[in-house]
């Protein structure tokens, strides 16, 4: 919060006078000063020196072969402008607005827009759309399933149909095939009986805990019942 | 439940089938007992009733789980604050840190 007397004294305190005589030079005097400016003379610059050079016999512009300064560590020669190792070819390779601009493709390889007709398509139709005869063709290629069969016996004539072994029949043997690939992957039958022996299941905990016998449990019964007249009492 | 009147300690089978579903089922995911030297005849009571109470939830009997929870807490509180009927500094609360009745 802001008192009256603090923003007025505030105002007075940030109050200036501009001379008159303070005025934005006109475009003849900046005339006058581009001219009266001279240009500085550009330097030459430095020969650029490539100091990793590529050459044939070199491994990422170092050398392979055995040189005199790498094998001790010592201060680095003062380089006077650091710059001047970098190389010019990178440089040149800054980001311009030409390329984000996209790249005309060749109507060759333009995309087609996607039409949502099939009859726009070339060419024949792949599948008859309106011919549904196809699928009386196809119940008849299959004739598995016949709609005048209860449901079970559809299901079994489709996974006869399905499994090659016919396992789902109820004329599967009892006893296991000695092949152990047919018997792992075959269809149960409902009148078998699980597998019995050595399965996938967690082995069972080998510690036998002692079970609770009538003796200890009389005992806890007989804890409970004080507990709860104690409570009783204190109630 | 509020009290033990409403309680009734389980028949020695349903106790046995609890402490078998906890052994089989939370022990093996948090073994924080050592079943070699574990007597089931001589653990104290309010251990039964949380174990059991573990092994309900592992049976699908959720109702009877939490009587048993309610009941070890209350024999866990009987344990843990101790109090008499003429202690004066603890007034007011009483078994399993309930509010105590007054007549």
Same mark, same amino acid.
């Given at each position: 919060?802001?008192s009256?007397?603090?923003?007025?004294?505030?105002?007075?305190?940030?109050k200036?006078?501009?001379?008159?005589?303070?005025?934005?030079?006109?475009?003849?005097?900046?005339?006058?000063?581009?001219?009266?400016?001279?240009?500085?003379?550009?330097?030459?610059?430095?020969?650029?020196?490539?100091?990793?050079?590529?050459?044939?016999?070199?491994?990422?512009?170092?050398?392979?072969? &055995? /040189?005199? #300064?790498?094998?001790?560590?010592? $201060? *680095?020669? +003062?380089?006077? @402008?650091?710059?001047?190792? =970098?190389?010019?070819?990178?440089?040149?390779?800054?980001?311009?607005?030409?390329?984000?601009?996209?790249i005309p493709?060749?109507?060759?390889?333009?995309?087609?827009?996607a039409?949502?007709?099939?009859?726009?398509?070339?060419?024949?139709?792949?599948?008859?759309?309106h011919?549904?005869t196809?699928?009386?063709?196809?119940?008849?290629?299959?004739?598995?399933?016949?709609?005048?069969?209860?449901?079970?016996?559809?299901?079994?004539?489709?996974?006869?149909?399905?499994? &090659? /072994?016919? #396992?789902?029949?109820?004329?599967? $043997? *009892?006893? +296991?095939?000695? @092949?152990?690939?047919?018997? =792992?992957?075959r269809?149960?039958?409902s009148?078998?009986?699980?597998?019995?022996?050595?399965?996938?299941?967690?082995?069972?905990?080998?510690?036998?805990v002692?079970?609770?016998?009538?003796?200890?449990?009389?005992?806890?019964?007989?804890?409970v019942?004080?507990?709860?007249?104690?409570?009783?009492?204190?109630? | 439940?509020?009290d033990?009147?409403?309680?009734?300690?389980?028949?020695?089978?349903?106790?046995?089938?609890?402490?078998?579903?906890?052994?089989?089922?939370?022990?093996?995911?948090?073994?924080?007992?050592?079943?070699?030297?574990?007597?089931?005849?001589?653990?104290?009571?309010?251990?039964?009733?949380?174990?059991?109470?573990l092994?309900?939830?592992?049976?699908?009997?959720?109702?009877?789980?939490?009587?048993?929870?309610?009941?070890?807490?209350?024999?866990?509180?009987?344990?843990?604050?101790?109090?008499?009927?003429?202690?004066?500094?603890?007034?007011?609360?009483?078994?399993?840190?309930?509010?105590?009745?007054?007549?």
């Open positions: 919060m802001y009256k007397g603090t923003k007025g004294d505030g105002v007075k305190g940030t200036r006078i501009i001379p008159h005589d303070l005025t934005f030079p006109s475009s003849s005097s900046t005339t006058l000063l581009t001219k009266t400016t001279a240009a500085p003379t550009l330097t030459p610059t430095q020969t650029f020196t490539d100091h990793y050079q590529f050459s044939s016999h070199t491994t990422n512009g170092l050398t392979s072969g &055995p /040189s005199t #300064a790498s094998s001790t560590f010592g $201060p *680095s020669p +003062p380089a006077a @402008d650091t710059t001047s190792i =970098l190389d010019p070819q990178l440089l040149s390779l800054q980001p311009s607005p030409q390329h984000m601009l996209p493709t060749p109507p060759s390889l333009a995309i087609k827009p039409s949502h007709s099939p009859d726009s398509l070339p060419g024949p139709s792949p599948f008859p759309y011919d549904f196809f699928f009386d063709e196809l119940n008849y290629s299959l004739g598995i399933l016949n709609p005048t069969d209860d449901f079970q016996s559809q299901i079994d004539q489709l996974m006869n149909s399905v499994v &090659p /072994s016919g #396992a789902a029949t109820g004329a599967y $043997p *009892s006893t +296991p095939k000695p @092949d152990v690939d047919a018997s =792992l992957f269809i149960p039958a009148n078998e009986v699980p597998i019995k022996g050595n399965h996938s299941a967690p082995p069972p905990t080998k510690v036998t002692r079970k609770l016998n009538e003796e200890a449990w009389e005992h806890l019964q007989r804890q019942k004080s507990a709860e007249a104690v409570f009783v009492f204190l109630c | 439940m509020t033990l009147e409403e309680f009734t300690l389980p028949k020695v089978s349903a106790i046995n089938r609890y402490t078998s579903a906890y052994i089989s089922g939370l022990h093996q995911h948090i073994p924080f007992l050592h079943l070699p030297t574990l007597n089931l005849n001589e653990v104290e009571i309010p251990r039964l009733l949380a174990m059991c109470s092994g309900a939830l592992y049976c699908f009997e959720k109702e009877v789980a939490m009587k048993l929870h309610s009941a070890s807490m209350i024999f866990l509180g009987h344990v843990l604050f101790p109090v008499t009927p003429l202690d004066p500094y603890t007034d007011g609360v009483g078994i399993g840190g309930q509010a105590r009745k007054r007549n």
